[in-house]
């Protein structure tokens, strides 16, 4: 039995104060993402809908090459520069970003709305299609400006727009619906989207104004640009691969079965995710303090605050997934219609992968916070490979339900492997220790 130390004040401040936060806002997010994918299931149809993910999922993939890695870079770099006060590299750093991020993202935005353009033209995939590609920009940088105030540990101000886009969205649709009093289509929601989007870019840069460390002094900004791009690669390769986990099964499926699979697959993983709705939250309060932490060497408290954390991230997902699997045949139909029905086995079977995916704890993030990113980016391709070849393998026998087995097997496999080298490379332990 290892002896554990009494945590500083104000380090139990922050996790109790990080981790209740991140709780409120997740099921914020939660809940309105929830509300926001059943009225749009609901009002635009198994098909309609099936556009819109297909669409979204198209802008996922594409965010991430967009974000060039950044998003966990600035999480660890930025914390790490804040609390060495280091605030010419952290300018520098962010200055950087801006940049390179800014001139990617429009550039994929443009190639991918001229090859939408040409692909789709005879397809009702094509203005929803092309309005989506001009969510690449803004949700790019969204997300980095998220991860600038993590690091900055603002962790719920990190995490607002998450909570904010879909009520923003919800808001915009209900005004579209009650002054135009038409049929609602896919084009007409990722405008709204789009909008959302772009408002809440705007806000979030003026609040992070008002929260960045000032000085008395002018700060020229300094530069580590091999440093950075030597993490910059494994985070974006991860980031890659993860993504490709995420959305390979809906862009199969509307490839082979069409979008119609795809919103009963989208379904079944709206439910599924709520099993993992404590480990997300958890994430996102200890991102900056793991990367603190082990940065001073304090690997002991390290561990005492991950061995709490994984009973917190338990003690949500399993009665949640027992719920799910014991009550979805009753409560899809009940609250997306009955044409969903047939999302209820893909869900229990992506429901169990996100079951072993809470298991395992914040292991991905521990690693990406630790420096061993390169881990992290082999684990994930490993699952990505297999991701894809069990989808091109099982979608055209089982459609949504093979889509399913595929995903949750794929999340498996990278969660137990990242498991076994975060214990071997650190001596941490990401999953319940049993003594």
């Known amino acids: 039995m290892i002896k554990t130390d009494t945590p500083s004040p104000s380090l139990r401040n922050h996790l109790i104060q990080g981790a209740f936060g991140s709780l ?31 669409c979204i999922s198209i802008v996922n993939l594409l965010t991430i090459p967009a974000m060039l890695g950044g998003q966990q870079l600035l999480v660890r770099e930025v914390a790490a520069y804040n609390v060495r006060d280091e605030l010419h590299f ?23 709305a001229g090859v939408g353009w040409w692909i789709y033209q005879e397809s009702p995939l094509r203005w ?60 007409i929601v990722l405008a709204a989207y789009a909008t959302s989007a772009g408002l809440l870019v705007i806000a979030t840069h003026v609040v992070m104004q008002l929260v960045f460390p000032k000085s008395t002094t002018p700060i020229k900004p300094a530069y580590e640009n091999s440093r950075w791009m030597h993490s910059m690669l494994p985070f974006m390769f991860s980031d890659a691969m993860q993504m490709l986990n995420n959305e390979t ?7 082979m079965q069409g979008t119609e699979a795809v919103g009963l697959f989208r379904v079944g993983q709206q439910g599924a995710g709520l099993v993992t709705f404590g480990l997300l939250a958890v994430n996102m309060a ?11 060497g304090e690997t002991q408290r390290l561990q005492n605050m991950i061995s709490r954390s994984i009973i917190a991230i338990m003690a949500f997902a399993i009665p949640v997934a027992l ?62 490979l297999n991701n894809v070849a069990l989808n091109a393998v099982l979608i055209p026998f089982w459609g949504p339900t093979g889509a399913a087995i595929a995903s949750s097997t794929s999340l498996a496999i990278w969660n137990v492997l990242l498991a076994l080298w975060l214990y071997k490379r650190t001596g941490l332990i990401s999953t319940l220790k049993l003594s």
């Open 128 to 187: 929803p299609f092309l309005i989506a590609m001009s969510l690449i920009p803004l949700i790019t940088a969204m997300n980095l400006q998220g991860a600038v105030l993590w690091g900055l540990r603002h962790v719920l101000l990190g995490q607002a727009n998450r909570v904010l886009l879909p009520a923003l969205c919800l808001v915009l649709i209900s005004c579209i619906f009650w002054f135009k009093r038409s049929e609602l289509t896919p084009t």
């Open 286 to 296: 200890i991102a900056p303090i793991v990367a603190e932490l082990f940065a001073k």
């Open 90 to 112: 952290l300018f520098g750093l962010l200055r950087r970003m801006r940049q390179a991020t800014t001139a990617a993202s429009i550039l994929l935005s443009l190639c991918a």
């Open 24 to 54: 409120g806002l997740k099921l914020g997010q939660t809940l309105l993402s929830l509300v926001w994918a059943v009225v749009l299931a609901r009002l635009l149809g198994v098909d309609g809908f099936g556009i819109y993910v297909f």
């Open 323 to 384: 719920c799910l699997i014991l009550g979805g045949r009753w409560l899809l139909p009940l609250v997306f219609g009955r044409q969903y029905t047939p999302a209820y086995i893909p869900m229990v079977i992506l429901c169990l992968g996100q079951l072993v995916n809470a298991c395992a704890g914040s292991v991905g993030l521990i690693l990406n916070m630790v420096g061993l990113e390169h881990l992290v980016a082999r684990g994930v391709a490993i699952a990505a």
């Open 249 to 255: 099964s809906v862009v199969l499926l509307g490839a």
